[in-house]
């Protein structure tokens, strides 16, 4: 984070007016900015309006360039030309995204000024930032002091930050528009020209990246886009926004959607090929930490999702045979490294089950930890990792028949193992603590993995039909599963409060709507999958998840939400794998689904549901 945000004002015959508002501690608003707001739109980015008299008025728009460190912004008068003068104090830090900036005496405030820019560098080792304007700098160095942020208020959070304003930029608005271009001076100079005139740079970016987002199909798909980024010379697909890198289990998840279903082929093989290599006995990381420390194996899905991956890439893109062998040799690697046995007590047992789990150590996608307090262990053989596992060796039965018999014997065990008669659904853990037939029969949405969501359903269709309706009954809302029914014990319907209120409701009731995908996906299938039972999963499930999109990350689909009324979506509001879930299930509900653009002149059937 180098440049957190900005005051801006205008200076007009009748007064100085504020563009902004800033909350400062303890409870003080800074500017009356905000007041003025007349008008807000984010397509095709955010953009408003201010009015400052019943006369004039303030156009601002804001927006971020693809592939590039960049931000760009803009001001515009409205109405008539006159002498209207804007200020903009820039706020400055140089932190990490997790941290909170303070008052230092390491910040340097010093400015490098020409014609055209402006350039700052903070502090030793973080990027120089490249102010790239067509107004005036004065130089007014300054401390602002307890800027509160109600959100990491309200999480238990460090929420107050000093920022560093190193002067202020000022343009004359009837010279015409205010443009500022930010960006680090290391790409200013390496790829921008030595000399700028910087509205003609404002106005080249600004087309781009309104031509970059118009060529997509769809709002979703412009929004599947913001995901695949670039990690080095590769892609790399980022789990969420603001606060997640790219994670293994997120990407493997999210590329079906994001990549397969949309046609993005080139980048969803890229994507896996850079990961094949980072097999370690059988796993994958799931995480690449940021600064270069060592890959975190600490996960037993990810390498079982990978798999998942794999194959519905190999089914869509037919890559050559030089990157089929690297994906394959990794598929082959993962499995004999969880055959033979792994870290944390991941193993093939001799029923054809995978065994995993160790004290202290979350490995499946319930991995909420507090300190020391796992809040969903499940160790042993969660129901999720069955389905994942006997799927994985039923994709690799296909190119390598040894692992035939692993998956029928599995198969057998799965069947015979997780149904439970009393509550005609799935056990969602066997084996509990790897004690010999200990089981859990908690109520979570883990089992319907069993039928839906993977290449191959597990069960029988009684059982199977039996498990979507009870899945349906406890656990649907309109934003996706809750993670626990409401009569377990434990459930917590509101997921808020401090960090440790937070993590332990985060799995314990809480809405993930990436888990639309698997249970819709079942529905569908249990029904027989015509197209009118596919019309039908439309209006009942993704319609209206389609509303969503309007209310909190615009455009995209949030990591969670709570499990009571009225579902108010929560944490990461732009988050991969429910977008990519919901982008896969166009493409297995709809009829068609459409990877190349449309012409003006073609039309999409009546009887299927655009995609939004």
Not at 93 to 104: A, F, P, V
Not at 530 to 559: C, W
Request: hydrophobic share 40%.
């Amino acid at each position: 984070m180098l440049v957190n945000g900005f005051d801006a004002w205008v200076k007009t015959r009748e007064g100085e007016f504020m563009l902004s508002s800033q909350n400062y501690a303890p409870d003080m608003i800074g500017g009356d900015g905000a007041n003025r707001i007349e008008a807000f739109a984010w397509e095709p980015w955010p953009h408003w309006i201010f009015k400052i008299t019943d006369d004039l008025r303030i156009e601002f728009e804001l927006f971020a360039v693809k592939d590039r460190p960049m931000v760009c912004l803009r001001w515009n008068l409205l109405g008539s030309k006159r002498d209207v003068t804007l200020f903009v104090r820039p706020f400055l830090s140089g932190r990490d995204y997790h941290s909170l900036h303070k008052r230092n005496d390491g910040f340097c405030f010093d400015a490098e000024v020409k014609s055209d820019r402006v350039v700052w560098a903070p502090y030793d080792g973080v990027p120089g930032i490249s102010a790239i304007i067509n107004g005036s700098y004065s130089h007014e160095p300054h401390w602002y002091h307890n800027f509160t942020y109600a959100e990491e208020q309200a999480r238990g959070l460090d929420h107050t930050e000093d920022l560093a304003a190193p002067g202020v930029i000022s343009w004359n608005l009837a010279n015409g528009p205010a443009s500022l271009i930010l960006t680090t001076l290391k790409y200013a100079a390496a790829e921008l020209p030595a000399v700028i005139k910087p509205l003609e740079l404002y106005n080249r970016f600004r087309n781009e990246e309104r031509t970059r987002r118009e060529n997509f199909l769809s709002r979703l798909l412009k929004s599947a886009d913001d995901y695949i980024v670039r990690r080095g010379n590769g892609k790399t697909i980022i789990a969420g926004y603001p606060w997640f890198t790219d994670w293994g289990r997120d990407t493997f998840i999210a590329l079906r959607g994001l990549c397969v279903s949309t046609g993005r082929l080139r980048e969803a093989g890229d994507i896996l090929l850079a990961w094949a290599s980072t097999v370690s006995e059988g796993m994958l990381p799931n995480r690449f930490p940021d600064g270069g420390e060592t890959p975190e194996y600490n996960s037993v899905d990810a390498s079982l999702w990978y798999i998942i991956a794999v194959h519905d890439y190999l089914r869509a893109a037919k890559p050559n045979r030089a990157e089929t062998k690297t994906l394959v040799d990794a598929v082959e690697s993962i499995l004999e490294g969880y055959a033979r046995g792994t870290r944390y007590g991941i193993c093939a047992d001799a029923d054809g089950l995978l065994a995993c789990g160790v004290p202290g150590v979350q490995l499946t996608w319930m991995d909420a930890k507090v300190g020391d307090w796992v809040v969903t262990p499940r160790i042993g053989k969660p129901v999720e990792i069955q389905a994942l596992w006997l799927n994985a060796l039923k994709i690799a039965s296909t190119f390598s028949p040894r692992w035939a018999e692993a998956f029928e014997r599995g198969l057998k065990s799965f069947r015979q193992r997780f149904w439970n008669e009393t509550t005609g659904c799935l056990y969602d853990v066997v084996d509990c603590n790897h004690h010999a037939g200990i089981s859990d029969a908690t109520f979570r949405p883990n089992q319907i993995l069993a039928v839906g969501g993977l290449p191959f359903s597990l069960l029988e269709p009684d059982p199977a039909a039996r498990v979507v309706a009870a899945v349906e009954a406890k656990l649907w809302s309109p934003l996706g599963l809750r993670s626990l029914a409401p009569e377990e014990q434990g459930y917590n319907a509101h997921y808020e409060g401090g960090v440790r209120e937070r993590d332990g409701a985060y799995h314990q009731g809480t809405v993930w709507p990436w888990l639309i995908g698997p249970f819709v996906e079942a529905w569908v299938r249990v029904r027989g999958g015509t197209s009118e039972v596919k019309n039908d999963a439309y209006r009942k499930f993704l319609a209206p998840l389609m509303q969503h999109i309007e209310e909190a990350g615009m455009g995209h689909v949030s990591e969670i939400a709570d499990a009571a009324e009225p579902h108010l979506p929560r944490g990461c509001p732009f988050q991969a794998w429910s977008l990519g879930e919901v982008l896969r299930l166009h493409h297995i509900v709809l009829a068609e689904f459409p990877v190349q653009r449309r012409t003006k002149k073609s039309r999409q059937s009546a009887a299927v549901p655009a995609i939004v």
